[in-house]
Nanobody, 128 residues
Framework: QVQPVETGGGTVQTGGSLTLSCHLP?????????MAWFRQAPGKEREGVAS????????FYRDSVKGRFTMSQDNAKNVVNLQMNNLQPEDTAMYFC????????????????????WGQGTQVTVSS
């Protein structure tokens, strides 16, 4: 069980950019793991945003963020980032990252039921 720490949220205007970071403990091995970003807006269910198999494959993105969000990893720092460009009001939400437990297999996708450990999240607010 590992609890990530998310940072980098804030308030930006429509069209602005933010970079979120997901920090894993220094002794935790993030190689060959499925990591993902999720978000939850008030009154809505948590939804998957992007996922990345850290052993080396192209990230997966939900359609609404394709071309605007980029997920990347920094193994040396045990950090996974989410670069968000051209932010829109509908991107406003609490953002969470998580590591998929090894008991779940299959393609690395941000499927909420396959992720169990959650951090506090970081708030992203996009003003119109």
């Amino acid at each position: 069980q590992v609890q990530p720490v998310e940072t980098g949220g804030g308030t930006v205007q429509t069209g602005g950019s933010l970079t979120l970071s997901c920090h894993l403990p220094s002794g935790y091995d993030i190689t060959q793991r499925c990591m993902a970003w999720f978000r939850q807006a008030p009154g809505k269910e948590r939804e998957g945003v992007a996922s990345l198999w850290t052993a080396g494959s192209a990230p997966f993105y939900r359609d609404s963020v394709k071309g605007r969000f980029t997920m990347s990893q920094d193994n040396a720092k045990n950090v996974v980032n989410l670069q968000m460009n051209n932010l829109q009001p509908e991107d406003t939400a609490m953002y969470f990252c998580s590591v998929r437990p090894t008991k779940y297999g299959g393609p690395c996708r941000p499927f909420v039921p396959a992720f169990e450990d959650w951090g506090q999240g970081t708030q992203v607010t996009v003003s119109s």
